[in-house]
């Protein structure tokens, strides 16, 4: 296993490297530059063409390419384009941990709902219950999460009042005990909304490879045996039917990462989300390529996680 780890995290250098290829390119090739939309007719062009050139907006493509990966090694992604005197480093660190609590958040949803229904609904095939779980299952899927977001703001925050709609707290100056419930308040929305699709993937996902691995010969040797259903479930069906879940779970870390962009938009959620909004339409170039770098990082972590999961629930796989 442990030959194994170095291997793929070798392997994970010519692929951040192509990562920041592209998103390097991507970032040339989008038209105007964090001035274009700022520009005032009343003042000389020349003072934004010294402004760019200090930044050196001017300098050859590669020369700017090997300057930002360069100081990326060190950890220094440079300064904010926007928000003057603060660098991109600064902005990310104190917006990272909302947008973690909230994945973190949206996987305990995703997890604990969708792997219990997707199990009685493989037991209990055909019944009310499983019906009205398909049929959740391709409303999550065909919801777009915006839409969804909304509605669950309409309903649950402005009609009902039960939860807040925006935010991480509702107020300062709480602390403790208090200030952790507050914050949970906050995550939930969100969370459901960000986790609505990946939860109804799952459930099906789960509800099929249960069935599947249900009719295998060697579960019917085990009830043949004399086994309890619960040891048959739990000791034997459960864990081969979570090895595509947990394949899933490799890239949904990514995904959630990504997908928070939306969400935390739609929730005015102060984490990276809102940030990579925001850095976009001001084309605050700094701060979207360190974010693009992060995302693409956590994908290939997210893989390795999967790897190493993989081993844990099934013994007979091995790396070495």
Known sequence: MIQYLIRRILVFIPMLFALTVIVFALMQAAPGDPFSQKMD??????????????????????EQYLRWVGNAIKGDFGDSLIYKGRTVADLIAERFSNTINLGIMTLL?????????????????????????????????????????????????IQLGWLPSHGTVSKPGIE??????????????????????GTASYMRYMRSEVLDVLGSDYIRTARAKGMTENTVLYKHTLRNALIPIITLLGFEV?????????????FQFPGLGTLFITSIGNRDYPVIMAINLMLGFFVLLGNLLADI?????????RYD
Do not use: C, M, W
């Not at 009343?42 to 590669?62: S, T």
């Not at 009205?132 to 703001?153: C, D, E, K, R, V």
């Not at 403790?176 to 699709?197: N, Q, V």
């Open 176 to 197: 403790g005990f208090e200030l952790f419930i507050d914050k949970i308040r906050h995550l939930i929305l969100p969370s459901l909304t960000l986790g609505l699709a």
């Open 109 to 157: 949803i995703t997890i604990i709902v969708s792997i219990p229904i997707g199990i009685y609904s493989a037991r209990h095939p055909y019944t009310p219950l499983d019906y009205g779980a398909t049929t959740f299952g391709f409303l999550g899927l065909a919801t777009p999460n915006f839409f969804f977001g909304l509605l669950a703001i309409y309903v649950l925050s």
């Open 309 to 317: 999961f993989y081993s844990i629930v099934d013994p007979r796989i």
């Open 254 to 266: 990514g995904i959630l990462l990504g997908g928070a962009v939306i969400t935390e938009g739609v």
């Open 41 to 62: 007719p009343n003042i000389d062009r020349a003072v934004y063409e010294k402004q760019r050139e200090a930044l050196g907006l001017n300098d050859p493509i590669h």
